[in-house]
């Protein structure tokens, strides 16, 4: 029976696939493995996460306890138990996580406000210039040149570039599981990120041309900042007109939660694409998203299903009673698009930060030489984003510098690039791994710490 | 940029894939296309089935708006834009809306409680089997060779064997649009469809013997219907033993609705997956999951946050008032993994409407001779379930009738094994087509009808 209990109830994928698959005859069904795999991965990565929640006893961000659990089971495979190796693989898989990140940033978005933003604007901007040209210039002539000697130039230049993009992913889940994304240092962190996405963008454009063409192209240069800036300022001024205007004409199909969540979903994704299309990564656009929905553009549907029951149940109340609940239900109505989305939430985060964990390869800890070296850098990682958080004016440096420490995917596409360019050698690859491994890791606890010392200070 | 726009924050798949895409350079990234446009594609899929939803004014059930939608993009290729033909072939698509129709079958169950099921169950096995037995009869032995004579007579064993098989995504989705779940007839045609599903299996089993090997093996018949029972009364009796112990187990780690919410939908997916393991729908193990979970079960969780909210709120006001207030919401906070699982379906359940609808070609229809046969056979496979709806019993048996007529990926299955065996023709495998196509599509207007006629009666 393999051909069905593969195939039942998936018409869209046989039609389309001009019934490849149930042509096959016998085997099980390949590309994408059985989607039954996939909905036990799911929810096998799903209940490991929150069995990893028990971190939070020892007063750690249950993000911490997502990548390790990740961490181990995606390492299983040095015990010799293989089971979760097609898992890593899976495209689906990843496809969900990618989701998974770009709804944890649309959250953290509609928890900001732009006002809040704007206030931080010039800090962040300052954070971020900083936090991008202090690792560049480390990675490139001092500490790369230093400890990786007789590698070409071209070569620094690449490993430097990978020290700058910030990943701030796992820093808006770290402020967001301790309550914080609502503090100064937070929206510093937020508004810079974006900026070094930017910034990240323009340094690609511009290493790549060195090492390819040995020269840069200002015009080119100028079109990133420009076709950047016109994005942002774009979404924020199009969306505060859009948003509102489209909640009204959907409303007159429909008034119900479903169409509230349809909308805010489908505008996060629209400005995700968008991002992307730029150039930019997706979840600045759905940050922009989020930053521009307010909950005053839907204000014509209706309050969620709950809540309106209870009101219809309280009809027949006194007028008193009636008005004191409506009253209560009013201020807490405002938050519903938020609520709306955390269920999609979570469902697809916590995909994101395991897989990340399962991406950690813990075998390339095992080559001391390439581990020192990557120490080393992970160390100049470090103390340059927290230099970084100096810029930050009046608050909480650490916090700020610690926030922006992470490194992640764009680095490591920088990396690829690089390698595939054939300026980057396997061993700097292994270092720049190691790197991301390492800031990944072990900002969560640092995070932790500073609040808490903060907390314990006021 | 290309690079970087298509994989930024992609860090899984980058680590997995050994950076081959990253390697590539330059061009756009490959396999599924760039995730960008999938996310775009989910936004148009989504707006354009809320838009859709407009057909509610005409007293339609949405999922007809869903599906015309979608056989609308799906054929725009026939006028020269072919815009959307990447779509149908996108895998994750495919998944997403996968997954949408297991979630709707485990809110479906949720909605229904097994006492309820079981009152049902003897009329429901009748009603099954009929329906089973006729359209077989009327495909292999009656329309079939009078229709399309000269054919061999494993051909009209495999056209008999697809007209069997009741497809409950529609139906299911037909009656919570029109508010019917908890009716006597929503009720049976659930439990019809769920043995129809294994007498499927069945079928599907002696049939294929019988083309390969010329017999049938009565101990592989004895096999199906043992684990199918052995599975569905495992999934009762197990979960209620088990849902109650993990309630408890994981509210020591946590309380909130994120446990909460994971631990149903994990429940689901495990099942789901289990289903499939044994041959039987993965839809058939999310409906058990919803049917097994029982709000009791997972009482050791908090209410959902805004209600909490407003209790925590009306803390300071009088008793009497607090009183009033609570055991209203005690009242609806038993809804909950309902209220969870929603957004998660909003999300997820359009797209494999608009997707089931995509997969339409029109073009079937463009073949005069075949199209007037599938009409013929088309009619047949309507006649024959109506007919079964008479083995009802006591209650609207049309409704019930019209519920099961419904054929969709089970009967495609079959017709594409019988395809890869050599017995079912290029003709014959078009007709089927038609035969799912226009059972599709009418059916929902078909018991919007009864539905509404059945009221006026009232």
Redesign the interface.
Known sequence: ?P???????????????G?A?????GGEAS??G???????W??LI??A???S??I?KLGQPTVLGELLVGVLLGNLGLLGFHYFEPL??D?????L???G??ILLFQIGLESNIKQMAKVGKTAFLVAIVGVILPFIAGTYLIGPWLMPGLSSNAYLFLGATLTAT?V?ITARVFKDLNKLQTKEAQIVLGAAVIDDVLG?II??VVTAIVTLGAVSLGLVAW?IAKSILFLAGAVVLGQIAAPWLGKI?SK??TG???K???A???C??F??L?????????VGAFAAGLVLDPVHFRYFKD????R??KD??QE?DSA?KD??AK??E???H?HIE??????G??LI?I?FV??G??V?LETMFNLPILMVALAITLAAFVTKMMAGLAAGKCNKLLVGAGMIPR???G??FA??G???GVVSDAVFSVI?IVVILTTLLTPPILAFLLKRQKEAV
Chains 1, 2 share one sequence.
């Not at 698959?21 to 005859?25: E, L, R, S, Y």
């Not at 059985?34 to 909905?39: T, Y």
């Not at 495209?91 to 496809?95: P, R, T, V």
């Open positions: 029976m051909i069905k209990k593969a195939l039942v109830y998936s018409l869209p994928i046989i039609l389309a696939a019934y698959h149930a042509a096959g005859g590309g994408h059985s989607q039954a795999m996939v909905f036990l799911i929810a799903l209940i996460a929150k069995v929640g028990l939070a890593k693989h495209s689906i898989i990843a496809f996580g990618e989701l990140v770009i990943s992913g963008l690609l454009a990133i959907f199909i429909h939660v479903a169409m969540f349809t909308l979903i489908s505008f994704l629209a995700a694409y991002a992307q299309k730029i150039g930019l990564a997706p979840i969620p299903k709950a809540l029951d209870i149940e309280l109340a009673l004191r609940v209560v239900m201020k807490h109505s938050r609520d709306l989305i955390e269920p999609l979570n469902f916590p994101f897989m990340t399962m991406a390869k992640g995917e764009v490591l596409i690829g690039i390698k595939s360019l791994v």
